[in-house]
């Protein structure tokens, strides 16, 4: 197995596991009936889908992204590595939401946001480690397309940056745009990305 | 490694941990006897085995409709996303039968069903979303093949979504529904199963 | 990926989590000091490295049986599909000695025992339903080494049925006898194994 | 596939989830504000950054090992799951540290010291096994990398024991040795390992 075919297969794992995890953060509030717990958990709910499309749209990306890279080296592995930090940090703050939404805490969606951020910042520090004069670009990738992902990376984080501030208005409002840049993406790559083949 | 490869990848990691974190969710009642305990967790272990074979029949019949996948596009590994992320949802739903089913909590089976039914839809539309006029279906996949599947796929989520409606009569009755449905695909596959080669 | 391979991933990615997740059993017991907890958790260290050792094992075995395997068929799959969820379950069992084995409780040990008994005995029966008559195994496999492997499987249900049956004498016997035979099969493996080529 | 294949993808799960799992260990302090609560758990922050890192350096140079190795016996596999058996069981030092850290707890800092002691003593003994007189090193590995690989390997369990000694003296010094040691590995590996190639 050669180096990119193990760093998707680490990654894969990662992805897989972080998300399949968040759902053990997932709780019956104490007390109350069954009915009553299950209807009140619904931060629980949002903090989940929001966190696993989250990480379904990247791992998607991801493997958009590995197709384009020809080798790797250990400075992109390391970076791949704290990239895997952040994504399997993500049950942490998705707990913290699912637990204290529901009393509006700013705190919380201001971590969980944060936390957003860092990840689209080491995520889009990976790719352009990668593509700056194409470092470890495929010899045969096709350079619209190494653009084009180029281009679609550089807003990320700020776009969760400015959404992690907005936590300090509200956390509701922060948790819906949260939930709103996942499903924009979830939408837009399904109706955009179409065309591209892939 | 190609798209259908890494696709089937992840889906494996996510059958696999969400198959295996299930039994995170088994506890012994507090208080009483080990022996005890051990006996009145007997809700635990039906829900347990229920989730787990259901599980596993999803991982070996996606085995089967991968195969006469050709190509997979943007549209495809979202709506898979969202597949996956009900099936990672499902500890939490088992987890609420685990604990409730003792008490013939009604909400809890019927949560566990709508889960199982919302799987089953998301799981159809995954693939007649594919098979519809071939779209995405390798060039030398047996339209029979194709068309076999398409049958046995229609009736799963009404199924499920009758035994899900039998819980407003008995939380016992629908948790045995689910796990006949289950011991049903398993004994079908394996008898009738066997003689298409595979 | 062929059925066999696909069924490899999805077998290592169990083993490999269902061991991994052993390691969440383990608490350090309420009150006293970090240094009393941490010598007093050794129950719980006994249990752990059974249960990773025992799954081990298991896994470099069934790595050997199924290079065997030419082709699958779906019961072949379902039963690898139970044995899997006994394998799965070792976490609860584990955690239940890991915290009642202090108090020498017997019904803990049995249960632990019952599990490996049942984990052998499914094992043994995914390997008699492959290699009866050859019905699975590829043709170029070595009919002694497929004859081999059928002598080494006959016994373990019977010897981990006969440790299970000890800990109605005593738990501490039952657990040491587990224990040992993990400790014989990995020895065992290693010294005699050598010379297989492998 | 063949066994190095299958080891590759065993222990980058055990590897994967090891390091995934981690993040289940990071709980807010009880009682306290959310703000106070996330400031608070910055041992837990420490921990699962030194743990996560230490596993992914391991997981970097796994991979550079495994290339070399030509073939596997059943003595190297084992080894191996011993090995893999103490990196499973680094997340609960791992909580360990981070439940008392904020207390100064050197036995804390000692157990967590004392698991990558051990987990750098079996990475060394598999790799000595492998490389004493090439017993498993591919035909074609280049002596050079081998010795390179024996070289860089030797001291690792001494700068282990030194830190973990150093928790006798104070558990925040041999935390912040072990956080050290992981940056420097991360560091020396991305700078002075670009020229190896890969």
């Not at 998300?19 to 009915?35: D, F, K, N, Q």
């Not at 009393?103 to 593509?131: C, D, E, N, R």
């Not at 470092?135 to 959404?163: K, T």
């Amino acid at each position: 197995m050669n180096s990119t075919a193990r760093l998707e297969t680490f990654s894969d794992g990662v992805f897989a596991i972080a998300a399949t995890l968040l759902i053990l953060e997932i709780r019956l509030p104490e007390g109350g009936s069954v009915t009553h717990g299950l209807v009140h958990a619904w931060p629980s709910y949002v903090a989940y889908a929001t966190s696993f499309l989250t990480i379904g749209i990247i791992w998607v990306n991801h493997h958009t992204v590995l197709q384009q890279i020809g080798r790797v080296d250990r400075t992109f592995l390391f970076v791949n590595v704290v990239f895997l930090m952040i994504v399997a940090f993500s049950p942490f703050p998705t707990r913290v939401v699912a637990e204290h939404l529901r009393h509006g805490s700013k705190p919380a969606a201001f971590a969980y946001g944060l936390t957003f951020t860092l990840m689209a910042m080491s995520y889009g520090v990976m790719w352009f480690y990668a593509a700056t004069r194409r470092r470890l670009i495929a010899e045969d990738a096709d350079q619209r397309v190494v653009s084009g992902i180029s281009r679609s990376f550089a807003p990320g984080w700020l776009i969760y940056g400015a959404a992690t501030l907005s936590s300090l208005i509200s956390a509701y409002l922060a948790v819906a745009l949260y939930a709103a840049i996942a499903l924009f993406y979830v939408v837009e790559s399904s109706v955009f990305g179409r065309s591209e083949g892939d």
